[in-house]
C-alpha cells in the first residue's frame, strides 16, 4: 500500500480558509440553491427567504475565496458554484449529517 501523499501547508491553509467560508449556514444554503442552477441575488433572496443585503453580503464571501462567480449581462449579475468541490462538501454533509 503506497503512502497517502501529505499537503503541502499553503494548499492546506488555502482549504482550510475556503472550508472556514462554508461553514456558514446562509453560505452552504446559497451553495445549495446554487446546486441546480445560475441564479440573480434577487431569485436568491426569494429562494432563501432572506434580504437581500444579507445574500449579497454572503455571496461576496464566497466570490473573496473563489467558491462561487458572477456571470454579468449588463447590470445583471447570474451566481454560480465556482469550484465543484463546494458540491462535493453538499454531498458529505448531506451523507453524513442529515439522517
Known sequence: MTKPRTLDPKVLRHCAAALRTLSHPERLRIVEALETGPLEVSELTTKLK?????????????????LVTADRTGRIARYRVAHAGCLTILGCIRSHFAR
Open 50 to 66: 432572506r434580504p437581500q443585503a444579507t445574500v449579497s453580503q454572503h455571496l461576496m464571501r464566497l466570490r473573496a475565496h473563489g
